[in-house]
């Protein structure tokens, strides 16, 4: 098991020759099992943690969970059920407006309440 949150991935530097013979190094993330190398690009250090983790503490409660069941979300990583707790306030948050009619849904044009209620 390795846990996102923990994890760093180990960094090597890798050596080489141009074709004009020249000698150039580029830093380079290590695998877990150390049978592949990712090219450092400045920009994928979070992304190597995710590829080679299996599981991610979720950053809201700190269960840990598969990291194929967490969702990302404002930078960070969270688990299913705290996910449904965002959301559900986000739901809250919503204004509340006063029904009218026409309502248009999905390209269909609801004239009064029963047809919404059949519609539901
Ligand atoms: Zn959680």
Redo the contacts with the bound molecule.
């Keep these: 098991m390795i846990i996102y949150n923990d994890y760093e991935p180990k960094t090597i530097k890798l050596r080489a020759i141009t074709p004009k013979g020249k000698e150039i190094f580029v830093n380079a993330f290590l695998s877990p099992s150390e049978e592949e190398i990712i090219v450092d690009n400045e920009y994928n250090s979070k992304s190597v943690k995710y590829q080679f983790s299996t599981h991610i503490r ?1 950053q ?4 840990l969970c598969d990291k194929h069941q967490t969702y990302y979300k404002d930078s960070i990583h ?2 299913y ?2 996910n449904k707790v965002l959301n559900y306030n986000n739901y809250l948050k919503l204004p509340v407006k006063k029904l009218e009619f026409p309502l248009f849904i999905n390209d269909k044009i609801i004239f009064e309440k029963e047809d919404l209620e059949d519609y539901i």
């Design positions: 979720c809201m409660c700190g269960k969270i688990c059920e705290c």
